[in-house]
């Protein structure tokens, strides 16, 4: 049964929450993005449905949230507040929802990204965790993991110095690389701490993309392996398989008629059991 | 989760939880800063927006430097909430953190920094606004409190105490119908709004008179005649007042 970090939010049932909670978390510039724009065409070949989301992505804040960053007077307990915001409304209407619809949820960052921000900024650890612990706890968080040495040239080679991601707010250096590194720094103690404690499972980001991308298929390829759906399968008799089919009347029926169970049940198995790890046509230049 | 691990700072050095076990002293209020802090409470139909900007007239006419600052008002946040409000898309969580957002603005801009340097700083509604309402649409009372961690503490919080019917036998004669959320609405209490306002501000009522003792608010009658409530507000913040060396006087 699914649980969440302390407290429920009002009339939230988790037993039912089947999907998987999937989070990739890791600081500015780690390729998280990358990564999930690789997994998510790859859980899908697989039958999966997947719902990705991720920081400010909310319909209720994610516009507000940007207008407040334009003006940099965005004080830094409001600034925790309205991220808060932003994560439960999407915890309320895309992840919950998707969840109990039996997606696999890919989150671009979860709390922990939003807890490692709000200590560097000085904030109540206490405070912190008593507004997150409505939280779910993820299947899995992968913590794509770059030194700052290694995170340097990312920016350099990409898209230059950003005010937020440089944390201006916080260290308003001589320029903005000092205060890159600074905070940077600074984060990523934050992430390794929040690591030990919450359990990432690291990936070293240093890596190339297909590398890290083979990481964490293996990663995910464990939690579906332990998928309790799977025993949907071994569960049943083909008989009973045969629902959709055999009976006349389909109780669901995505199966044309022509499709016999044997043929049913071999998709259904394929699908559930992962056979092909992967392997197949998907690789870092899929669409 | 264990909440153990991580920096023990707060994002003020005035950071505590409200019902945290330091004395009274050691929380922030009353001799942290050099400024004061009234605030007023009650279901709508109150009275209090009435009494507070009487209670201002009468400061600023002392000479006092007075800010207000009103419930749901911050530029950086408002919109947000009008959004989510007229799309009718807030629960309960996202109806309490978005409000806790605007409050939090408000203190770091404004409340916080002018108590510091010495004003006299009045709000109309204040954190046990939140407590009330957020409680009653089935937030977690604990978790609404923590919430607020980050507020001061007022140096006085008015409660203007007023039974459910005198109160909507006022709201009732100044306009027509009531909005979604006023009303409770999405707490699906009835389908009719007049009879989901009387439910709701009825919650809210019972959340308001458990806080009396637990925050030790300033209970005023508020059925006695308003020059009478006046009165008794202007006596409580005087004493306050006369205490108080640093609060910014015109010469």
Redesign the interface.
Known sequence: MRKT???????MRTADLSGKLIVIEGTDGVGRSTQINLLKPWLEEQGHAVLDTGMTRS???G??IR??KE?N??????Q???Y??DF??RL??EIVPALRSGFIVLTDRYIYSLMARA?V??????????????ALEPDATFYLRLSIDQLVPRVVFSRGFDYWESGMDLYPGRDMYDSFCNYQTALLEEFD?LSE?YKFQVIEASADAEGVFERLKAGIFNILESDSRKEFISARDTKTLSISSAAGKPKFAPAPQSTNATEFELVLRSILAHATNGSGKTSLHHK | MEITSGNGFGPFEVFLPVRSTATKSQQHGDDGFPGRLFIVEGIDGSGKSTQLSLLHKWLESKGYGVVFSEWNSSPLVKDTTKFGKKKKMLTAATFSLIHATDFADRTEKSILPLLKAGAVVLCDRYIYTAFARDVARGMDREWVRELYGFAVKPTVAFYFRVPLETAIGRLLDGRNGFKYYEAGMDLELSDDPEESFRLFQGLILKEYEDMIPEFDLTVIDATLPIEVQQAQVRQIAKSHLDKAANVRVQP
């Open positions: 970090y302390g407290k429920l939010l009002p009339g319909l209720l804040a516009e507000g207008r407040a003006g007077n965005l004080g830094r307990v409001t925790s507040l309205f808060a915001t439960v409304d309320e209407n200590f900024r000085g904030m109540d650890s206490k405070w912190i965790r008593s507004i997150y612990s409505l701490r404690e």
